[in-house]
């Protein structure tokens, strides 16, 4: 007689849970802060309060110094002033991006996937 692994059927909830949030980093060189480490940073759009004083274009661009502005603004955990210094320049284009694509329509990043 066969026997069959009884495995529990997914349901909806356990798909979602499952699915991994892509405003949501992991840091390639953690940041220390105090006794700890920040391994992971989520980001969340800005509104438009939060990009005062910074240059669209510039955020676009991806210059360090509209980046550096923005990003405290808009992480989770907050990164700080020294945080934002030391950051691994990886880490720093992997949050831009992400800033980046918060900056573009839906239609924008269709036809950006697309190509």
Do not use: C, W, Y
């Not at 059927?9 to 802060?33: F, G, H, M, S, Y």
């Not at 992480?75 to 720093?92: C, G, N, R, Y």
């Amino acid at each position: 007689m066969k026997t069959q692994d009884s495995t529990p059927l997914n349901d909806q909830a356990t798909d979602v849970a499952d699915k991994k949030d892509p405003n949501t980093l992991q840091l390639e060189t953690p940041i220390k802060r105090g006794d700890g480490h920040i391994t992971s940073v989520t980001l969340r759009k800005p509104t438009s309060g939060e990009l005062r004083g910074v240059s669209l274009a510039e955020l676009l661009q991806m210059k360090v110094d509209a980046l550096q502005t923005v990003l405290p603004r808009i992480t989770s955990p907050m990164l700080h002033k020294q945080d934002m210094a030391s950051l691994d320049p990886a880490d720093l284009v992997n949050l831009g991006t992400v800033v980046v694509g918060f900056l573009l329509t839906k239609e924008q990043k269709k036809d950006f996937l697309s190509e």
